[in-house]
């Protein structure tokens, strides 16, 4: 299939944690609103996860440190974040969306890329479709969600980002140069802060400015990100919307040197493969909800046993006593243990809010 003949979407949440928390406790709504760490009167550690539109006129946005929030804006609703809420809706959506697309690609906690091209006929079906999306979501979840719609994933995804909240914004192959244009660089996909300061010494704004440039003397500066940014400045991106598979658990396990009943070194064995497991949800920077044991006694039986949570986290101490509940009813004096393994899955990153269920 051609580039021209593809159409996109980029479906992206409004302002999403606290959209959710809005919806929630109707008591807040309209006031400013902030998730993230706890403020502690302006002497808190840690950072904002996102805040309402109310909460961003005073200049309180994602990432800025919580005690910086609480000195531009005391009087907002502070609340921790609720990520088990958040999935759950997450899912929701995403099910609600899925629905419409050929090929469906979920692109972190609250935005996805639908490739919709054999279900509509032409620009004008896709913006109908779009809306229909829009208030499906709205119906059901009583959340807005801004979508764009373009030839490629690139110019959906800026064009979702266009008219915020509750947006709607459609790029045809040809105005896609003119759309892109006069945004700045930092609206493409891979342009970083620094990547932006190098520009900028070029004289290179906006995307536009890029697209003028000189691909070779970009390529020679960047090396191959600096052809790929040229070709996004172009509007072009030929990738196309897929399923993305993610880690979906992390496991560890161990096999006795020789068979044994002894509850100790079993619950020792245990608490090991809980330390490992969590060290590792830790550098890549997940959280679990959903504890599995596994356990084989001599001549092969395996038994396993799940434990959802009804919260997400990634300390040491609830890993190892769920792990620990789950494995005493299994231990008697007369009955060989071979191997105990320790899984957790139902993850979330918290890095980039990415899910990986
Ligand atoms: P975003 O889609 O980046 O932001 P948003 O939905 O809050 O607002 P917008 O209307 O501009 O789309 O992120 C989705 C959620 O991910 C957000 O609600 C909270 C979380 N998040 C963080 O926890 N930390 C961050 O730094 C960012 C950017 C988001
Ligand atoms: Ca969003």
Not at 250 to 261: I, L, M, R
Request: proline residues 3%.
């Amino acid at each position: 299939m051609s580039e021209s003949q593809r159409i996109i979407f980029h479906l992206d949440m409004d302002h999403f944690y606290t959209a959710v928390e809005e919806r929630e406790r109707p008591e807040i709504k309209g006031k400013p609103v902030i998730v993230g760490a706890d403020p502690k009167g302006g002497k808190g550690r840690g950072v904002v996860a996102t805040s309402n539109y109310v909460a961003r006129k005073a200049g309180v946005r994602s990432g800025l440190p919580i005690s910086h929030a609480w000195r531009l804006c005391p009087e907002a609703v502070y609340l921790p974040p609720n990520f088990s809420l958040y999935i759950k809706v997450s899912d929701e959506i995403m099910t609600i969306a899925r629905n419409y697309a050929n090929k469906f690609e979920q692109w972190g906690i609250d935005e996805a890329f639908l490739d919709v091209s054999s279900k509509v006929n032409g620009y004008v079906e896709a913006e109908d479709l779009a809306r229909q999306i829009k208030s499906e979501i709205k119906e059901k979840e009583g959340l807005t969600a801004s979508i764009g719609v373009g030839p490629n994933k690139l110019v959906a995804k800026v064009a979702s980002d266009f008219q915020k909240p509750d947006g709607l914004t459609v790029v045809r192959d040809e105005e896609v140069e003119v759309f892109l244009a006069p945004l700045s660089v930092r609206k493409l996909l891979w342009v970083g802060r620094k990547t932006e300061v190098k520009l900028k010494e070029l004289g290179v704004n906006t995307i536009g400015d890029l697209a003028a440039y000189d691909a070779s003397t970009l390529t020679s500066m960047f090396g191959v990100m600096g052809w790929q940014m040229h070709l996004l400045a172009r509007g072009i991106d030929k990738s196309e919307v897929e399923e993305r598979v993610g880690v979906k658990s992390v496991s560890h396990e161990t096999t006795f040197e020789e068979d044994t009943a002894d509850s100790n070194a079993i619950l020792q064995a245990l608490n090991e493969l809980c330390v490992e497991v969590q060290k590792e949800t830790e550098n890549q920077h997940l959280l679990f909800k959903t504890v599995t044991l596994k356990i084989r006694f001599e001549h092969f039986e395996t038994h396993t046993k799940s434990k959802t949570l009804p919260f997400l986290t990634n300390r040491l101490y609830d890993l190892q006593k769920n792990a620990k509940e789950m494995l005493l009813p299994y231990l008697h004096e007369d009955r060989k243990v071979r191997l105990v393994g320790v899984r957790v899955s139902s993850l979330v990153s918290t890095e980039k809010q990415k899910i990986l269920l």
